[in-house]
């Protein structure tokens, strides 16, 4: 057929047909994660094409395989959007990302929470969550962070930025079609007392469609042995970004298997990975947590 896969073919119902997925969830599916790119008739409707069939079978496929649904249905939609990225430049002229960081920042400067939550709520419309973490949250954590460094007493001013970006992004992660089947426990070891890093941190992991217990900062690595023995949850995501207190959980943890754990911030290096302890250092990107996460808690190997 001319045109192929490009050109719009079915109405939902068809689509639902051939992939076996339910209408409901294929719009839950598009309008939470973007896995769909459907165009309008003369009439209004959504009219999709065999690449939306292409991608609910790969989400299915990776369902199989033992993702989470939300973890596998933002994979499939960022390869689609990667793909289609020159066309969305060309007819869609979305502000970058680096003047709502700059407009953020200068709201956070000012304690301005109105200017700072309408920034937030511009971003999160135009960038998916990744995007949103990677290109505006965690540029500018890592920004307040150096400024923590050089002046101590910032810590009112991360305060309010933490509670701002907590309250926001707790309303970003969207909730999961699926139950939530795995869950995690989130915090930073003692002596660590900015929650900045575990923002990001819960946020990607409910994104990710991990139901999070979130401890906060300051926790003493034996409080950490404890809640984790208690819970037994699937993942420990420990936030450090000094090395002292990210070198005493390491030595101190005395947590029971089959917890994974995932070290994150510039506190850990790759050296304190471990794999028979199934330590993990998380990676640079947000955007690549989700495939991290599958490998570390399938204990499936890194790629060559």
């Given at each position: ?91 869609r ?20 929470a ?20 990677d290109?505006v ?17 910032r ?25 939530r ?31 999070v ?11 950490i ?5 208690g819970i ?5 995501a ?52 989700a ?14």
């Open positions: 057929m001319p045109g192929g896969a490009s050109v719009p073919q079915m109405r939902i119902g068809e689509l639902a047909r051939r992939t076996g997925v339910g209408e409901a969830t294929l719009r839950a599916w598009e309008r939470r994660y973007g896995v769909l790119q459907p165009t309008r008739s003369a009439g209004g409707h959504r009219l999709y094409t065999e690449g939306d069939v292409q991608a609910v079978l790969h989400v299915q496929q990776l369902v199989a395989e033992g993702w989470n649904v939300g973890a596998a249905a933002r994979r499939v939609a960022g390869a689609r959007r990667q793909r289609a990225r020159p066309a969305l430049v060309a007819h002229a979305l502000p970058p990302a680096d003047r709502y960081r700059e407009r953020l920042w200068l709201a956070l400067e000012r304690f301005d109105g200017a700072a939550g309408a920034t937030l709520d511009a971003a999160s419309a135009s960038l998916d969550i990744d995007e949103l973490l290109d949250v965690v540029p500018l954590v890592r920004r307040l962070n150096a400024r923590r460094h050089a002046d101590p007493a810590s009112a001013r991360d305060s309010f930025a933490a509670q701002l970006l907590r309250t926001h992004l707790r309303c970003v992660a969207p909730a999961d079609t699926l139950p089947v795995r869950s995690a426990v989130t915090c930073t070891p003692e002596g660590e007392h900015v929650d900045l890093g575990l923002v990001v941190a819960v946020t990607s992991l409910e994104g990710h469609g991990f139901r217990h979130d401890f906060g900062a300051d926790v003493p690595v034996a409080t042995n404890h809640v984790v023995a037994r949850p699937d993942l420990l420990v936030v450090a970004h000094h090395r002292e207190p990210a070198a005493a959980f390491l030595r101190d943890a005395l947590l029971p298997r089959p917890v994974a754990v995932l070290l994150i911030g510039r506190g850990f290096n790759a050296a304190d990975a471990d794999p028979a302890r199934r330590f993990a250092l998380a990676p640079e990107r947000v955007r690549d947590v495939v991290a996460l599958e490998r570390l808690l399938t204990g499936a190997p890194d790629p060559a």
